[in-house]
């Protein structure tokens, strides 16, 4: 059996029997591969740091190089994603010996701990086993959601704060939803409360949702229709939905594989938002009965 096959293996130690007047310490390999995922504490729900808290310093310097750069929001977005992705929390010392350190404060289901976060949970259930946190913690969950929407909020009507406020609260709901799922079982099926919006499944290995990377955004992007919908995308007015739909957060509808999703969802949301949305939606207008297909109509209709 291998430390992966078994959820509840907490590291593997060898000891040795040695002379009472050997000094030499014997080599211990100490590791945690840990694949259940605790439930996250309701309170954190609908907030950033739900994804990630910022204690890294390679997190931190690479936020500030894009925050006074003079790119674009786009583009300040897409070299998170790339940091995101090859990013090892483990090598800033200071940081990881503050997790370490709180360990047992942090692994429990329902931890409220200051320190916990999606990303800091994984880390101290995979010590030394060479799972990394998705990329998806760091980059869309928390810069996204404390950079783009900080910025976006004082911008829309409260209508629209609202929405921002609500969508995140979702995300995040149908991301524990789907974690929690995937503890137990090999598929994962999330619908929403609200007649329309629709759902989505996903077939997943039990207990390996977390652990490739590709899988973990693939399941994250199929939460983000029924999020946008019953967070109330849909009856914005204009202005707002200009201003949300102008964000960074709209490159992932340019990937053939979200569009599917969003598809498959009925939520026909555009296919390339650059320079494609017109002729997307002229393929997609009979749709009409679909809530998101009215906003985008809406959104369309008065350029």
Known sequence: MTDNDNPKLNGVFHS????????????????V???????????IIGQCEYYYRPLHCAYLDTVEKVSVSSVSTAAA?????VFARTFNPWTDIEATERLLNRREQLIPPHCTDSDW??????????????????????????????????KLRPRLSRAGQEWLDNA??????????GLQQNVRRDTIELSSETSGHGGCKMDVQRLQLELDEDTFKQFALKTHPLAYLDGGLAKLPLDDLFRIMGGPNLQEWADPATYKQAWDSGKVVGQRWAGQARDAWSATKDDLDDPVSRAVSRLMESK
């Not at 990303?119 to 990329?135: A, E, L, V, Y």
Request: charged share 15%.
């Open 117 to 150: 976060s999606r990303h800091s949970n994984f880390m101290m259930r995979h010590i030394g086993c060479g799972h990394k946190p998705p990329s998806y913690y760091v980059a869309y969950g928390y810069y996204y959601c404390s950079n783009y929407g900080a």
């Open 33 to 43: 591969c840990d694949l259940n995922v605790p439930p996250a504490a309701g309170s």
């Open 77 to 81: 977005y897409t070299a998170v994603k």
């Open 168 to 177: 995140r609260w979702y995300l995040q709901k149908y991301m524990e939803e």
């Open 16 to 31: 040795y029997m040695t002379p009472s007047g050997y000094t030499q310490r014997a080599e211990a390999t100490r590791t």
